[in-house]
């Protein structure tokens, strides 16, 4: 993903998932590839919810792509439709969040086979 504003390492991404994927609850899920090792990842399965944290461990400036990977998602079992995903960076500035950017992750209908994502695109 990219963001339209510059992401510091305190900033956070959450993102938000469809009813039809099963997130595995976790108050730290594991992230394969973190750059920061004392990143943050809390998933919430009743909110179909993964909250990432302190991932970078360096400034990113604006339209630079961010990557990361958890393994706290199980993505449906039945295809052929498609999936939005949301996800918003949020700044956080001593006790005060705002939201700084807003996006969908689309999964098109041709992209999960048995359970599988194959791939996706991320419109902001």
Known sequence: ?????NFHDHDFVEILF???FYIIQSDHCDMPGAVNPTYSC????TARTIHV????????EAGSEISFAFTSVRNP???????NILFKTVKVDGTIEA????????????KIVKGDVLSFTVTP
Do not use: L, R, W
């Not at 809390?42 to 399965?45: E, F, G, L, P």
């Not at 079992?77 to 999936?83: A, H, V």
């Open 18 to 20: 469809p009813e039809e």
């Open 53 to 60: 944290g302190h991932f970078k461990d360096t400034f990113t």
């Open 42 to 45: 809390v998933a919430q399965s």
């Open 99 to 110: 939201v700084i950017d807003v996006g969908t992750y689309v999964i098109t209908n041709d």
């Open 77 to 83: 079992s039945i295809g052929g439709k498609n999936y």
């Open 1 to 5: 993903m990219s963001c339209d504003h």
